[in-house]
């Protein structure tokens, strides 16, 4: 079983920023992409930005050049920056990866979710 801890959301004013992290614990014997989603109030969850575990990224068209997404493996942990935040950006924000546990057993897992709020 695989565990995903995300921290650092709060609120924030327009054109602020905030880093969020997304630390996986468990019996891990790798993971591969690793995802940050975010779902807005009657909105759909949508993915934010994913990176590989040989670090190819990807992101959504509306945060491209505002937001970073990293990694560090030793440390099973994730992160995104967000800069130049806009009220678009307000919603709950969840960690999502896949991989390998110890016993060769395939794993999907989601985060708790972190509040992150844009007031104008």
């Known amino acids: 079983q695989v565990q995903l801890v995300e921290s650092g959301g709060g609120l924030v004013q327009a054109g602020g920023s905030l880093r969020l992290s997304c630390a996986a614990s468990?019996?891990?014997?790798?993971?591969?992409?690793m995802g940050w989603y975010r779902q807005a109030p009657g909105k759909q969850r949508e993915l934010v930005a994913s990176i590989t575990n040989s670090g190819n990224t990807n992101y959504a068209d509306s945060v491209k050049g505002r937001f970073t997404i990293s990694r560090d493996n030793a440390k099973n942990t994730m992160y995104l920056q967000m800069n130049s935040l806009k009220r678009d950006d307000t919603g709950v924000y969840y960690c999502n990866t896949n991989g390998i546990l110890g016993l060769g057993v395939t794993f999907a897992s989601w985060g708790q979710g972190t509040q992150v709020t844009v007031s104008s």
């Open positions: 468990g019996s891990i014997f790798s993971i591969d992409t």
